[in-house]
């Protein structure tokens, strides 16, 4: 098939090239020259594993090409996906869904034939309805653009497996218990590879599929994404508001989160606790759903998300006081590490990173903060140009005061603290993502102290 992918940033680039790796010809488009430069020579403008190599195999093949022309992808698909950013808009918790609505906007006068717009950006509810009503204003007579939305469930650092294997397709349509539409059968098209992936032809005869599919209305579409954010926030805010308690109580939450996890109705993942979540989805995505609730007349159904972004933010304060409770109650004049810059390993996304904004706070408060990530170091320089920057792990803890660790990155876990001891000029860490082998640490003489864990 011949597709369009608007938007080449973290979502649209990723879902390009997994595109073209299910054999689609596929053109991304972005208002940024500078970017579908790099893009078309096979370069990954930001880090990903994975996506560099086939996104540089389907360059070279001729699958994957991008341009900045909209004239050129009316011309050349019938199937377009929506990437864009939704970010929060300014003075408000609403997401800004301008991108979005641009993407219409400009394709759909240019169509001379009928085609299908998917959307992928995570938007409030409602807003597919609205780009179906443009559209239906802005296309030739004759032309029917019809809207479907098909949320992403990406994780960063595993995007391209997630959406080459999703754990589930989510297809909204405006009437689902309708006759299929040309728009719904195209999008099914397109992911037929993933749909019928290891199935036998009577498997695929009686309708079966490989990965779940939910086809459903265009407004419970949309709202999957920022459901599964709200959940997965609530989750680790939880956590870390029974850390406060157990700090209080001289519990270890550590443990606590072991054994609750233990219950199949509650699970492991996403109960570890310490400075919380970050990054470019969960935080202003459960501020949007807030705002829409509220838009809506439901306001009252998620203000428990105040909450949950509270407690949130206030990790990231608890760790800094704790910081300056261990230096002695001042932070003027000493050095401290800050290993960890991107708000998860694996990536170098610093958007709303708790460990970037403690660097930061850590400074406000008198401290030299030198920083070192594996991958985040650009893209925290340009946010936080007066932080000091490390290019090691051992060279941002030389003569340090304090080491905190803010990213659980392998290599930071796998540290030998005995190294870190010949280094740095204190013996304390903090380890604000309950990730490193305790014992180890203090048996190299380092006084361990971590959030929601007693001494």
């Not at 105040?306 to 990790?315: G, K, P, S, T």
């Not at 991107?342 to 008198?366: E, H, T």
């Not at 990730?435 to 929601?452: M, S, T, V």
């Amino acid at each position: 098939m011949r597709m369009a992918v608007f938007g080449t940033g973290y979502l649209g680039a990723t879902h390009a090239a997994s595109m073209a790796e299910l054999g689609h010809e596929v053109l991304g488009i972005d208002v940024d020259e500078a970017k579908i430069a790099r893009l078309a020579k096979g370069e990954v403008p930001f880090f990903e594993p994975g996506l560099p190599e086939i996104l540089r195999r389907h360059v070279d093949s001729g699958l994957l090409r991008f341009t900045t022309d909209y004239s050129e992808a009316a011309e050349f698909a019938d199937l377009f996906f929506i990437g864009v950013g939704t970010p929060q808009r300014k003075g408000d918790f609403a997401a800004d869904t301008t991108y979005v609505e641009a993407v219409v906007t400009e394709l759909a006068p240019r169509l001379t034939r009928s085609a299908v717009i998917v959307g992928k950006s995570t938007v409030p509810v409602g807003t597919a309805q609205r780009l179906q009503e443009a559209a239906d204003r802005l296309t030739p007579e004759g032309v029917r653009l019809e809207v479907v939305w098909n949320p992403e469930f990406l994780r960063e650092g595993y995007a391209v497996k997630d959406t080459l294997e999703p754990d589930r397709v989510v297809v909204g349509v405006a009437n689902p218990d309708a006759e299929p539409t040309f728009g719904r059968e195209r999008l099914l098209e397109a992911y037929e590879p993933i749909l019928s992936a290891g199935l036998t032809d009577e498997q695929r005869e009686a309708g079966e599929t490989a990965t779940p599919l939910i086809i459903t209305d265009l407004a419970t579409a949309e709202l999957v994404k920022v459901s599964a954010n709200a959940f997965l926030a609530t989750k680790i805010s939880f956590i870390n508001a029974v850390s406060e308690v157990c700090e209080a109580a001289g519990a270890d939450v550590t443990v606590l989160a072991d054994a609750i996890g233990m219950d199949k109705r509650i699970g492991r993942r996403f109960l570890g606790a310490g400075l919380g979540f970050g990054g470019g989805c969960l935080p202003k995505d459960i501020r949007a759903f807030m705002a829409r609730a509220g838009e809506l007349g439901a306001d009252q159904a998620l203000t428990f998300l105040r909450e949950v972004d509270a407690i949130n933010m206030r990790r990231r304060e608890k760790m800094v006081q704790l910081a300056v409770d261990t230096m002695g109650g001042s932070l003027i004049g000493s050095s401290v590490a800050v290993l960890g810059a991107a708000f998860k390993p694996d990536s170098d996304d610093v958007r709303d990173s708790p460990a970037l904004n403690i660097a930061g706070m850590l400074s406000l408060k008198g401290a030299q903060a030198v920083v070192f990530d594996p991958q985040a170091l650009e893209n925290s320089r340009r946010l936080y140009p007066t932080l000091g920057y490390a290019d090691s792990a051992l060279g941002a803890c030389e003569g340090a005061d304090l080491v905190i660790i803010a990213t659980e990155w392998k290599e930071f876990v796998a540290l030998d603290p005995r190294e870190v001891a010949a280094v740095a000029r204190g013996r304390i860490v903090l380890d604000g993502r309950n990730c490193l082998p305790r014992e180890r640490w203090e048996d190299a003489g380092f006084e361990y102290r971590a959030l929601g864990r007693g001494r």
